[in-house]
């Protein structure tokens, strides 16, 4: 039944402009079912729109119901409206005076079967059909709650045709309520008509917000990680190559700060593969110099015992040092070719006199022939000190850091003896045994100090390979010391803390008790 004021209204004007809902339904739902086999499969900007549009769908979703809710009570509204003019009309009109078809055009009016109204505790019927049907429905508009209205407005369109209700509502200035009949079939229709519109909309307004972020999420996010993906495929297949020039990233976000740390673990990984190189081929060549070299010194060692032979007082004096020199290069030689890998073998420990030891160290390095750059020496070491160490890893470690003071010291020459000093001191704190090796030289560059005791890093001479702080470290580590660095003093100071290894109580007790 089509009423005057549907014709008026804009939504009924709307809605019989608009295609069948049912002629897009099937597109849908097919398309529905399609994209749940192949969303599996979708990249990260597939599942970027498509998230994008489900959101946006649910949020119109929300807005959705509640409208056609406020749709179902203006269009109930609109006939108490026309109601309450039809109550003027009749109201002041006399008992039965009112002609037949001035009652039926004022139904059509409102598009109801009867209209009432009660005031002051009296109801009266001011216009009806011949035979009012009987109300299947009542519906109270004076005081609806919105979980009310949308209960309602679902129950409304799943109504079957030709459902009677009776709506009751508040008239103005005129007290009590005025109630109408009418066939709820209009009211369905008018509201699908405005949900297949509603919907329409909102899917086009949907498609277009989802397109948009889509784009502004791609461009912002998709794109640069596509960009960082291609770029971590390409290191993988080439870790070694250089790459091309890129341009650092502006972007502080995460994504930049994802590419800037990107780019900075490929450098590093680069400059480790590049020293695992030069650590590989170095290794190959110190096993072929070192097999060699072992044969040499077996000859040079024949040769110094028949050097011991001579009576000549200084040959005699020089003869002992020469041995054990010769001794610990073959020794060292005989280690690196059977441990002649990234490690060194593990420290034979025992209880070593300090004090001598050292001095081995100032005479390997000659500055007691007096022959040597006039550099001082000047020891220190606690009276009867005995380190728990391996005597020969020890003299390496002493000898690399006495070394490189004599080399940094002789490279300011000429010297003086009361400038340019090696100062070596000896100390137990504890269970520890302290050794300091300092000089009076320029100390360590600071360039130099983040990598000290790292291999080909850590050299602030030219032409150093930084190897010599890296074995020393490495020797420490294995006696369970450390060396470091020591902050704030002249020249440069290095500190070894060798700890003493825990003692068996019940050895020690056992071997008290034998003796």
Not at 95 to 123: C, Y
Not at 249 to 262: H, K, L, N, S, V
Not at 377 to 393: F, I, N, T
Request: charged share 25%.
């Amino acid at each position: 039944m089509t009423t005057p004021l549907d014709a008026a209204s804009p939504q009924a004007a709307l809605a019989e402009r608009t295609p069948p809902l049912a002629a897009a339904a099937p597109g849908a739902a097919a398309q529905g079912r399609a994209a749940s086999g192949w969303a599996r499969h979708l990249g990260l900007s597939g599942k970027l729109l498509a998230f994008t549009v489900a959101f946006v769908v649910l949020a119109e979703l929300l807005i959705i119901v509640p409208s056609i809710a406020a749709y179902r009570v203006n269009w109930l509204s609109d006939r108490l409206a026309a109601a309450r003019t039809a109550a003027l009309v009749l109201d002041v009109a006399p008992q039965e005076m009112v002609a037949p078809e001035l009652t039926r055009e004022l139904l059509g009016s409102v598009g109801a079967i009867t209209v009432a109204l009660k005031r002051n505790d009296t109801r009266r019927l001011l216009a009806s059909t011949d035979m009012p049907p009987e109300v299947d429905l009542h519906v109270d508009l004076r005081d609806v709650t919105p979980w009310q209205a949308v209960s309602e407005a679902v129950d409304t369109l799943f109504a079957p045709d030709g459902r009677i209700i009776r709506v009751v509502g508040t008239p103005p200035r005129l007290g009590g309520f005025v109630e109408i009949v009418i066939d709820e079939t209009p009211l369905r229709k008018a509201m699908l008509r405005f949900t297949r519109n509603l919907v329409l909309v909102s899917l086009i307004i949907a498609a277009l917000t989802g397109g948009l972020i889509y784009l502004g999420l791609a461009w912002m996010f998709v794109r640069p990680m596509r960009r960082l993906t291609q770029r971590m495929v390409a290191f993988r297949e080439a870790p070694g190559a250089v790459p091309a020039a890129l341009d650092p990233t502006a972007r502080m976000d995460e994504i930049g700060q994802a590419e800037r740390e990107f780019m900075e673990m490929q450098r590093q990984i680069r400059e480790t593969l590049q020293q695992k190189s030069r650590l590989a081929a170095l290794g190959l060549a110190v096993s072929k110099i070192n097999h060699d070299l072992r044969n040499l010194l077996a000859s040079v060692q024949l040769l110094s015992d028949r050097l011991a032979m001579i009576r000549d007082p200084a040959v005699q004096r020089f003869a002992p040092k020469l041995e054990a020199a010769l001794d610990r290069a073959i020794a060292y030689c005989e280690h690196t070719l059977a441990y002649g890998k990234a490690q060194e073998p593990p420290p034979e420990r025992r209880m070593v006199a300090l004090a001598p030891l050292i001095g081995d160290v100032h005479g390997t390095l000659g500055l007691d022939a007096g022959d040597g750059p006039a550099i001082g020496w000047v020891e220190a070491v606690e009276r009867g000190l005995k380190v728990d160490a391996d005597p020969d890893q020890l003299f390496r470690v002493l000898l690399n850091l006495c070394r490189n003071a004599l080399e940094a010291l002789a490279a300011r020459a000429p010297n003086d003896p009361e400038r340019d000093q090696i100062r070596v001191t000896g100390r137990r704190e504890g269970s520890s045994v302290v050794i300091e090796v300092a000089d009076t030289g320029p100390g360590v560059p600071e360039a130099a100090r983040a990598h000290l005791f790292e291999a080909f890093q850590g050299s602030a001479r030219r032409g150093g390979t930084g190897l010599g702080l890296a074995i020393a470290a490495e020797l420490m580590q294995a006696h369970g010391g450390e060396i470091r660095l020591v902050p704030g003093t002249i020249g440069a100071t290095f500190q070894l803390r060798i700890p003493d290894r825990p003692v068996d109580l019940d050895a020690h007790r056992a071997l008290r008790s034998h003796g």
